[in-house]
């Protein structure tokens, strides 16, 4: 009976290794959504030619592993093969883990960085990692993910672009960090709905209806490629792309 019992929980703890290494989340409620992933390979993907290696899937895990002992020139980021214009976007991210430190500054809400009283930026030596995902073919849209303390979800391109009026950088600087624990997983849901996009991570709005003028009206959605080892020197990039993704759903709007 002991023998017995012990093949029968062999099989039952060997199912549940099975089905918690490819599980998938249900897609958000409501209809109309569709993956993006397969779990198994990376069709509906255009992988950066010459750099294959750097994006693969790993137990219906998409993982960015940005070593590239010969590393490609130009952008070696992960884009759909179709274009896309409104949409609500789902997906599930995490950082796998960080390489050095990187000098990141002190994120105000107006989008600004604070200075000390000389008027240079304060900057903190911190742990990180970046990538992010571009919306509408430009990397200008790009919704960051890394480890800053303003947290996941802002749009860098347009926080940054000084010609923009102050209510945009300011309305594409996160609300609040929503950021999980580097290792764990954390969930985005993006609505880009004309120049609007609203950003919810882990339940909770970081953006609402920050307006990104002049943004295209369609375009490819692309998971960045930041970084990562460069061999020539045999080190890491300290923001470089350790990322993965997971069940990743688009519902179209138009």
């Known amino acids: 009976m002991k023998t017995i019992f012990a093949n029968r929980m062999l099989v039952v703890c060997g199912a549940a290794m099975i089905a918690t290494a490819v599980s998938f989340a249900a897609p958000p409620e409501g209809e109309g959504w569709e993956p993006l992933f397969n779990g198994e390979d990376l069709g509906g993907w255009t992988v950066p030619s ?65 200075t000390d009283e000389n008027g240079e930026e304060i900057i903190q030596n911190l742990p990180n990692a970046d990538s992010g995902i571009y919306l509408r073919g430009t990397s200008k849209a790009q919704v960051n993910i890394w480890c800053w303390p303003v947290g996941s979800g802002e749009v860098y391109g347009y926080r940054m672009d000084k010609e923009m009026p102050a209510a945009v950088r300011a309305g594409v600087t996160p609300s609040k960090n929503m950021d999980k624990p580097v290792g764990e997983w954390n969930t985005f849901l993006i609505t880009m709905d004309g120049d609007k996009l609203t950003v919810e991570l882990n339940g909770e709005k970081v953006l609402d209806n920050a307006q990104l003028p002049g943004v295209p009206e369609k375009g490819a959605l692309a998971l960045q490629h930041h970084g990562g080892y460069n061999a020539s020197k045999d080190e890491w990039n300290s923001a470089s792309s350790l990322v993965q993704f997971r069940n990743v759903y688009v519902k179209k709007l138009d």
Not at 82 to 109: A, M, N, S
């Open 50 to 114: 010459g750099n294959e290696g750097i994006w693969t899937v790993q137990d219906g895990v998409i993982d960015c592993m940005p070593r590239a002992d010969a590393p490609k020139e130009g952008d070696n980021s992960l884009w759909s093969e179709e274009e896309f214009g409104d949409i609500q976007l789902y997906v599930e991210w995490r950082i796998k883990e960080t390489k050095g430190e990187y000098p990141v500054p002190v994120v105000l809400p107006d989008g600004s960085h604070k």
